[in-house]
């Protein structure tokens, strides 16, 4: 059965590859600490020799539109590419292309449904910087096989919190049982409280720094209960309007378990968000 | 209310980099070629295929031809498409970095929680 090597949880902030590679007077004051987290944070994977990476994300109206919206999706094709003009245009993010596991994604399809979750499925997605941002912060060579698949937190009416945890939890089950020697991380990222084309947008901090270090507490010691019993479609409003991000980071609590405490988790008040690193070892706790 | 239909408007200019100039240029009549000659054509099929019933209120032509985002806001478009699209046409006016982004959120300051509703 394949090895589940890595569960990771973080932000994906489109800022950090402009950020990451400005130099000079474009170099903004923070990119230094920055950079240094993202490399720390880099090392937690490298370490963990994947061979295939499976990419929880969300498409930005992108590929995905209203008039056919999905509520979780599976990539299942043997090539992506990646990146739009928009995040071209917007935050510098360069066109990408990567390998994509098709045994894995359609494992992934052919169970999952026979679990109990619809999953839709695409086979030909072009990713965006829900997927990219965290290649670029994590492996930045792009160089691996992924399984993208996509949630909606985006287009109401979205799925419940506890339905992005099963899914989390469905995911980690059926990669440990497909016949497989590959060493699989299962990476995912999401949000903290965030607010975009709102009144609270790019402040000096995420909008609301104590939903935020309570989230950050929530994650670092898999307290997926404690989530669920706070968290509902309707409060996530409150933190910040684009906030339903935080319920990809439920689903990878599902990955790593409840009450599993993260291997490694680091954070990083920034301006308009704060940006959260979380890794498990689920081998280590074998 | 055809909140579906104005972040389509949002959506399908925000994609092509012809359409946000030109909208920048001239929003009335950008507005008014769209709903005459987009609007119904489904993204996804053939134009010959398209639908017979979409239209924009008055309120909404009006919030799109003004580029009237704070108006967007309260009429329910998408927070993102919105907030995406008018930073692709009016970042580069501004000399500050976020110049625009934090005056975009000045002139919605009075918005309190809950928000408009955005669902569709």
Known sequence: ?286 | MSKYLLNKFLYTVDRDPDLVERYRADPIGTVAWWEAERANVILNLPEVERSTWLTFTDAEREALATHDFVKLFELGAHNFLTLTLFIAMFERDYDEPLGFQLEYARRLSHFSLPYPDIST
């Not at chain 1, 994300?57 to 990146?83: I, R, T």
């Not at chain 1, 910040?240 to 291997?263: P, Q």
């Open chain 1, 1 to 286: 059965m394949a090895t589940v090597a890595a569960v990771i949880a973080s932000t994906h902030h489109p800022f950090y590859y402009r950020a990451s590679t400005s130099t000079g007077a474009d170099r903004p004051p923070f990119a230094d600490e920055w950079v240094a987290k993202i490399e720390a944070f880099r090392e937690t994977l490298t370490r963990a020799r994947p061979d295939i990476l499976v990419m929880v994300g969300s498409d930005h109206f992108h590929q995905l539109w209203l008039d056919n919206m999905p509520q979780f999706l599976v990539g299942k094709a043997p090539f992506y590419d990646a990146n739009f003009y928009n995040e071209e245009r917007e935050f510098g993010l360069p066109r990408m292309f990567v390998r994509g596991d098709e045994d894995l994604s359609g494992y992934l399809l052919r169970q999952g449904i026979d679990a109990g979750f619809d999953l839709a499925f695409s086979n030909e997605l072009r990713i965006d910087h829900s997927i990219t941002c965290p290649l670029i912060t994590l492996r930045p060579e792009a160089d691996l096989p992924i399984v993208p698949i996509y949630t909606n937190i985006f287009a109401p009416p979205l799925p419940q919190p506890k339905r992005f945890a099963e899914l989390g939890k469905a995911i980690r089950q059926l990669v440990e049982s497909w016949p497989s020697d590959k060493r699989v991380a299962i990476i995912g990222t999401g949000h903290l409280s965030l607010e975009l084309g709102g009144p609270r947008q790019f402040g000096p901090h995420g909008p609301d720094p104590e939903f935020d270090r309570k989230a950050v507490g929530w994650i670092a010691s898999g307290d997926l209960p404690a989530a669920l019993a706070e968290v509902s479609l309707d409060s996530l409003w409150l933190p910040g309007n684009a906030t339903h991000g935080f319920m990809d980071f439920m689903l990878m609590m599902g990955v790593a378990g409840e009450n599993v405490k993260a291997d490694y988790s680091d954070s990083l008040d920034l301006f308009h968000t704060m940006e959260a690193y979380f890794t498990w070892y689920p081998e280590a706790a074998a």
